[in-house]
């Protein structure tokens, strides 16, 4: 057993402890960076309360991701699946600890909002597809590569390439033992989304995002899937994690927590357009600091480069707001944000816009000509990877057997914003 080095009181899930290693890391000044971004960037303009970080959740969604694989690992059928041995679990959960500690370790101030003025991918970058840009993910590799690597190393156990596999490092090698194990981290039912969704609920004082917590976690296993071509062809079998058919309803239930909070809460009308004042009076504080294009530098191997974009938290650009920097010659972004007078809803539309609509927002965009804002949503709330492990062995998608699944869809929103 590893000594307990520090106990820290969550009102999320109780005391969430820490070793001696995780501490150190906790300690570092990129990661203590975490508590000056906001969880959920400006939405404290809706819904005052909605203060909490990038730090604590990150605490969270380490505590939760042992709470899965201790699950999982209680199985001994699971560990022969994941070809896990008994002796190695203790050096698997730690390597998942590290991974969901540092997990958003590279986010950018205003947290989403800010991916907009990530420069894009080069084309020689693994993740390249045209028009991409970077994402927190790619900074949160690089700031574990440059910054991490001596305190995570220092453990003779375990090796960097592992923890940046576990968040989708393509260049990471020797780590296909961990396969099983990165829906964790990175899935549609990972620990991630199980933290955040109670924790922002928590925040904001809604209800929208609760479910079953213990019965969750007692409902994690892991089952076998099969990859088929388009034209129905076997290829390819691995083993994921999955929810045990006896935790069917949990299962909906969760998914549903996370429809309800977009529709409800992270697709607001008012908060939408207040990632898009955070955007562009970002862009301009940017470049007011000499930042190319008002673009934060790509993420890189040299620590030096690397600072430049680490050096930018939430506190420092509203300081530059406050100053007038987030403002532009024709815009004036940083105004917005300090005074609260954001661009107002003027249209909605649901679904796929016919004709008719298509020309209401053409002449919504001629009255209004400068200063708009033309918001397009989709909900990517359910990807087709949440998977049942039926009684019987076979591993099957939720929403092949969820009436209530199937039924809900995935709602596009349209909106379009102006000034009054």
Known sequence: MIKIAARIRCPIH??????????????????????????????????????????????????????????????????????IRKDDVFRFRKIIRLTALLHDVGHACFSHAGEDV??????????????????????????IKVFFREHIEKDDDIRVDEVCFLLGDGKAEDCEHLIGLKGLINGSVDADRADYLLRDSYHLGVRYGQYDKERF???????????RDAGGNYEDEYHALAIKESGLQMAEHMVMARYSMFSSVYFHKVRRVYDHHAEKALKEVL????????????????????QKYFDFDDW?????????RGDGEDEEHGKVILERRHYKLKETWHGNLGKGDREKLENLKKEHKFH???????????????????????????????????EIGRPTIKRFYAPD
């Open 14 to 83: 109780g005391f969430i402890e820490l070793n001696e290693q995780e501490r150190e890391i906790i300690n570092q000044p990129v990661f203590q960076r975490l508590r000056r971004i906001k969880q959920l960037s400006l939405t404290d303009m809706v819904y005052p309360s909605a203060t909490h970080t990038r730090f604590e959740h990150s605490l969270g969604v380490m505590h939760m991701a042992t709470q899965m694989f201790n699950s999982i690992v209680s199985d001994e059928q699971n560990l022969e699946k994941l070809k």
């Open 118 to 143: 990530m420069p894009f991918l080069a084309q020689d970058h693994p993740d390249y597809r045209g028009g991409r840009r970077y994402k927190h993910e790619h900074y949160s590799i690089a700031a």
């Open 217 to 227: 976690i007692n409902s994690i296993t892991v089952g076998l899937h099969e990859t």
């Open 287 to 306: 470049k007011s600091y000499k930042l190319e294009g008002g673009c934060f530098p790509p993420p890189s191997g040299d620590p030096k480069e690397l």
């Open 316 to 324: 420092k650009v509203l300081g530059a707001i406050a100053e007038g």
């Open 372 to 406: 708009i804002y033309d918001d397009s949503a989709t909900t990517t709330w359910y990807k087709d990877d949440v998977f049942i492990l039926r009684d019987t062995g076979e591993t099957v998608f939720l929403k092949d057997i969820s009436k209530m699944i199937t």
